[in-house]
């Protein structure tokens, strides 16, 4: 069974094919507006975004390097790549956060709904060398590269390299909510009336 939501998140989708067309700065920072304002552990906001636009410096050829081989042969089409990295230890007491990743992902989901709503899409990847991440845009000690997003308005597939292929958004399955939410205790499944089965 599945319910109503925000149209804004079932319609978003990972594509792999881009459209030529560029992504305004205004909107890329509208994008960046919803990531800031995400939740986080003591609100400490340990995220950050290096931001690399085809035809705008270097920046995009060097993440685009760091990525594997799959993933280049059909990012390439995407016109923004971005580097989304986490500061491992808080900022009022230095100690580890252990929930800086968590943030992060809270972040990108706000940013992801952001873009969504805005016809833009995003493809999250974790094919991709983080050591030379973090060598090539020169991160300070204790941030973590921990995901590469393609960044664009969706594109053709007839313009992806021979052998990569693009999922049809339809076909996307998700696990049932039984499957993964649980009343009171594991696996005891929460029915639509909110008790146990």
């Given at each position: 069974?599945?319910?109503?939501?925000?149209?804004?998140?079932?319609r978003?989708f990972?594509?792999?094919?881009?459209?030529?067309?560029?992504?305004?700065?205004?909107?890329?920072?509208?994008?960046?507006?919803?990531?800031?304002?995400?939740?986080?552990c003591?609100?400490?906001?340990?995220?950050?975004f290096?931001?690399?636009?085809?035809?705008?410096?270097?920046?995009?050829?060097?993440?685009?390097?760091?990525?594997?081989?799959?993933?280049?042969?059909?990012?390439?089409?995407?016109?923004?790549?971005v580097?989304?990295v986490?500061r491992?230890?808080f900022?009022h007491?230095?100690?580890?956060?252990?929930?800086?990743?968590?943030?992060?992902?809270?972040?990108?989901?706000?940013?992801l709904?952001?873009a969504?709503?805005?016809?833009?899409?995003?493809?999250?990847?974790?094919?991709?060398d983080?050591?030379?991440?973090?060598?090539a845009?020169?991160?300070?000690?204790?941030?973590?590269?921990?995901?590469?997003?393609?960044?664009?308005?969706?594109?053709?597939?007839?313009?992806?390299?021979?052998g990569?292929?693009?999922?049809?958004?339809?076909?996307?399955?998700?696990?049932?909510?039984?499957?993964?939410?649980?009343?009171?205790?594991?696996?005891?499944?929460?029915?639509?009336?909110?008790?146990?089965?």
């Amino acid at each position: 069974m599945s319910h109503s939501i925000s149209p804004d998140l079932s319609r978003r989708f990972s594509p792999r094919a881009f459209a030529e067309r560029e992504v305004a700065t205004a909107l890329l920072t509208q994008l960046f507006e919803a990531a800031r304002w995400a939740p986080s552990c003591y609100n400490d906001q340990p995220w950050s975004f290096i931001v690399t636009r085809r035809g705008h410096g270097s920046g995009y050829a060097k993440l685009l390097d760091c990525l594997v081989e799959s993933n280049r042969m059909w990012a390439v089409t995407a016109p923004v790549l971005v580097l989304n990295v986490a500061r491992r230890c808080f900022l009022h007491n230095g100690q580890f956060n252990r929930h800086a990743w968590y943030d992060l992902g809270q972040a990108v989901a706000g940013l992801l709904v952001e873009a969504t709503r805005a016809g833009l899409h995003a493809h999250q990847m974790a094919g991709f060398d983080a050591v030379r991440a973090i060598q090539a845009f020169a991160l300070p000690a204790g941030f973590d590269a921990v995901a590469i997003m393609a960044l664009g308005y969706h594109g053709e597939p007839s313009r992806l390299p021979s052998g990569v292929s693009e999922k049809s958004p339809a076909a996307r399955e998700r696990r049932p909510q039984t499957a993964f939410v649980f009343a009171e205790q594991w696996q005891s499944a929460l029915d639509a009336a909110g008790g146990v089965t």
